[in-house]
């Protein structure tokens, strides 16, 4: 059974526009959440994260927002640019600083930007 | 800047075979992780290892195996390869924390 779900298997936005990207888990003991981007033939990069004790984290153009209560998370990017095009994938974990790391990845989501 | 390199980018190998997929990290991190990813299905963790000579299976352990000998490496190995296991294989690596680092990837093809 999927701990994370990505239910949006593609997206398609108007550069300039936002993009949402949507993610949601079941596991309530997840503490520590991860977006990745992936390139085609690239490994994925690390995109941003956000803890549990958060509701909202920022970096540059890309936001993470976490609402515990419906277990869901977002990834909004803002604006969206043709070089953002490439598959999201949301990751959860629990053990907040825990040794062992392991994520639980969702399926992920392909992001077109068209210009 | 982290680096995970993987030593092969493209690998093609027969039914039956054994493959061997290494790992290098450069950053002293505890932990490694090997991965597959297909269509539609994300990323499923094979094994990881926290320490040196230590392994845990993931999700889909069957039909692989793995070595740790050195903090730095960590060996993916396929017995006997079959045409199921044609995927793109991503290594990882870690410290205390969630934040892994992913390799370039292999993308195997077995025939």
């Known amino acids: 059974d999927q701990q994370v779900k990505q239910n949006s298997p593609s997206l398609s936005v108007q550069e300039g526009r936002i993009s949402i990207l949507n993610c949601d888990y079941t596991n309530s003991m997840f503490d520590y959440f991860l977006w990745y981007k992936k390139y085609p033939a690239e490994g994925p990069t690390f995109l941003i994260s956000i803890s549990s004790i958060k509701d909202k984290n920022e970096d540059g153009r890309f936001t993470v927002f976490l609402n515990k209560s419906a277990k869901h998370l977002s990834l909004h990017i803002v604006p969206s640019q043709p070089g953002d095009s490439a598959v999201y994938f949301c990751?959860?974990?629990?053990?907040?600083?825990?040794?062992?790391?392991?994520?639980?990845f969702g399926k992920g989501t392909k992001l077109s930007v068209k210009p | 800047d982290v680096k995970v390199t993987q030593s092969s980018r493209y690998l093609v190998k027969r039914t039956g075979e054994k493959v061997f997929l290494e790992c290098v990290q450069d950053m002293d991190h505890e932990n490694m992780f090997w991965y597959r990813q297909d269509p539609g299905l994300g990323l499923r963790l094979i094994y990881f290892?926290?320490?040196?000579?230590?392994?845990e299976k993931g999700d889909i352990p069957e039909g692989y195996s793995v070595s740790r000998e050195k903090k730095e490496r960590f060996s993916l190995i396929l017995e006997s390869a079959s045409t199921n296991q044609t995927s793109m294989y991503l290594c990882?690596?870690?410290?205390?924390?969630?934040?892994?680092?992913f390799g370039p990837g292999t993308r195997l093809t077995v025939t």
């Open positions: 990882a690596s870690s410290s205390v924390g969630y934040e892994q680092y």
């Open positions: 290892s926290y320490d040196v000579k230590m392994k």
């Open positions: 990751a959860a974990s629990e053990e907040y600083g825990g040794s062992q790391g392991n994520l639980i």
